[in-house]
C-alpha cells in the first residue's frame, strides 16, 4: 500500500505575516524563508500526526482488495485522517479491464476512514488480481479548504516548530517539547 498526492491544497495552514509577526520580523525580505519555514513545519506535523491539514485529493494504492474469507478485517483503510469523501474505487484486473466499484460503506470520522464492502462479506469483484497497485482508491482528506479550518492547537504547535527552525537554520533535532505539542492530534497506525 502507497498513496500519491492528485491534488495539493492552494493554500498554507498559517498566513505568512501572521508567521513574521510571530517571529518578530520587520520586512518583507524574509517572504520567501518564512513561505519555506511554513512548508516544512506542515510537512513535519502531517508526517508526525498522520494527518493532512488543508483539504488534500490522494490515490491510495493497494495490490489487491481485502480477502473475502475474513468478514471482520474486509475493510480498506483511508490514511491521512479526517476523510472528507471517496470519490472512485477503481479495479485494475489481469485481463487488462477496470472496474468502478460502487458497492461499498464509507465510515469515518476525524480520525481515520474504512471503507467496507455493502455486500454481506465480500466485495464485488471476484477476479485474482496479480497486478502491482491494482486497486486505486481516489478520496479527500482534511480538515477543510480554509485556514480557519485547521485547529488553533495545530497552528500554535506549528507556530512553535517554525520559531525553533527559523532559530536553528545550521540544523539540530527538533526538541520533544515542541513535537509534543502535536500529540494530541496524533493518529495511530493502531486505529
Known amino acids: 500500500m502507497h ?49 493532512t491539514f488543508i ?13 473475502a474469507k475474513i468478514c471482520d478485517n474486509n475493510y480498506i483503510k483511508l490514511i491521512k485522517g479526517s476523510i472528507i469523501n471517496v470519490s472512485e474505487v477503481k479495479v485494475f484486473n489481469d485481463d487488462a479491464t477496470t472496474e468502478v466499484l460502487v458497492d461499498y460503506i464509507l465510515t469515518h470520522d476525524n480520525m481515520s476512514g474504512r471503507l467496507y464492502p455493502s455486500l454481506e462479506c465480500g466485495w464485488t469483484t471476484d477476479k485474482v488480481l496479480q497486478l502491482r497497485n491494482a486497486v486505486q482508491i481516489t478520496y479527500t482528506a482534511g480538515y477543510g479548504t480554509a485556514r480557519g479550518d485547521v485547529p488553533a492547537g495545530l497552528k500554535n504547535a506549528m507556530m512553535q516548530l517554525i520559531a525553533f527552525l527559523y532559530e536553528s537554520r545550521e540544523g539540530g533535532e527538533i526538541p520533544a517539547t515542541i513535537m509534543r505539542g502535536f500529540d494530541k492530534f496524533k493518529i495511530f497506525d493502531w486505529i
Open 3 to 51: 498513496y500519491t498526492v492528485k491534488t495539493k491544497p492552494t493554500i498554507l495552514p498559517l498566513n505568512v505575516s501572521d508567521v513574521q509577526e510571530y517571529l518578530r520580523l520587520d520586512n518583507d525580505d524574509d517572504v520567501n524563508t518564512v513561505t519555506d519555514l511554513i512548508e516544512t513545519a506542515r510537512d513535519i506535523a502531517q508526517e508526525y500526526t498522520n494527518r
Open 55 to 67: 483539504t488534500t485529493e490522494y490515490v491510495l494504492l493497494y495490490d489487491r482488495l481485502p480477502s
